[in-house]
């Protein structure tokens, strides 16, 4: 009888024992995952925003330089990252999220404006479903770049902020070159783009502005 409560106790203590372990290898991995996609997604806005961070900076350095050059406000249900210049006090800029769906699944980006909200400083996009070698190209630098200084207006009847054209010549100042083979993802990523940019030109900056 001893011999046998013996065996259960030794059993119940052997499993509570790797059943903790594992529950503390779990929540280890788990904080660990939450605070790598923090640290990835605070990358993505110093790039968008144009503050220097070598790509291959570790998390510490980059958590320093994040929380020493952006704030992030909450306007209307959306959260805005306010870039600083090195003194701190002035603004270099505007970023927030982008995103909609996109030809095989939702896509998602960062985009930031000029303090004026003028023009596009920066785009990214981190997270997709697309094709690689076709869709997948719109997180190419190529692509994301010709952005930059994108003149910004709210959008009136018919017009767009921007285009996506097939690749060529002779196009206006804010016609762009489309990712050849990969039409879906292009019109996708033209009519939520112009959306997001419409939306926080009518919505939130409308409210930064009033303070």
Do not use: C
């Given at each position: 009888?001893?011999k046998?409560?013996?065996?259960?106790?030794?059993?119940?203590?052997?499993?509570?024992?790797?059943?903790?372990?594992?529950?503390?290898?779990?929540?280890?991995?788990?904080?660990r995952?939450?605070?790598?996609?923090?640290?990835?997604?605070?990358?993505?806005?110093?790039?968008?925003?144009?503050v220097?961070?070598?790509?291959?900076?570790?998390?510490?350095?980059?958590?320093?330089?994040?929380?020493?050059?952006?704030?992030?406000?909450?306007?209307?249900?959306?959260?805005?990252?306010?870039?600083?210049?090195?003194?701190?006090?002035?603004?270099?800029?505007?970023?927030?999220?982008?995103?909609?769906?996109?030809?095989?699944?939702?896509?998602?980006?960062?985009?930031?404006?000029?303090?004026?909200?003028?023009?596009?400083?920066?785009?990214?996009?981190?997270?997709?479903?697309?094709?690689?070698?076709?869709?997948?190209?719109?997180?190419?630098?190529?692509?994301?770049?010709?952005?930059?200084?994108?003149?910004?207006?709210?959008?009136?009847?018919?017009?767009?902020?921007?285009?996506?054209?097939?690749?060529?010549?002779?196009?206006?100042?804010?016609?762009?070159?489309?990712?050849?083979?990969?039409?879906?993802?292009?019109?996708?990523?033209?009519?939520?783009?112009?959306?997001?940019?419409?939306?926080f030109?009518?919505?939130?900056?409308?409210?930064?502005?009033?303070?």
């Amino acid at each position: 009888m001893k011999k046998r409560l013996y065996s259960i106790v030794f059993m119940f203590a052997l499993t509570f024992v790797f059943a903790a372990a594992v529950s503390a290898v779990k929540s280890y991995n788990e904080e660990r995952i939450q605070t790598n996609q923090q640290v990835k997604l605070q990358r993505i806005i110093l790039m968008v925003l144009g503050v220097p961070v070598h790509e291959k900076a570790p998390n510490q350095e980059v958590v320093r330089v994040y929380q020493r050059r952006v704030r992030s406000m909450d306007v209307k249900g959306r959260t805005l990252y306010v870039g600083y210049a090195e003194d701190g006090r002035s603004i270099t800029g505007y970023a927030f999220a982008v995103g909609g769906s996109g030809f095989w699944g939702p896509v998602y980006g960062m985009v930031s404006v000029d303090p004026e909200a003028s023009r596009i400083l920066g785009l990214a996009f981190y997270r997709h479903s697309e094709t690689p070698g076709l869709g997948a190209r719109i997180t190419e630098p190529w692509f994301v770049k010709q952005f930059a200084g994108l003149p910004l207006f709210p959008i009136e009847g018919d017009k767009k902020i921007f285009y996506l054209k097939p690749a060529g010549p002779g196009k206006g100042a804010n016609e762009l070159d489309a990712i050849t083979g990969a039409t879906g993802t292009s019109r996708a990523v033209e009519a939520f783009l112009n959306r997001d940019l419409d939306r926080f030109l009518r919505e939130t900056w409308n409210s930064v502005k009033r303070g």
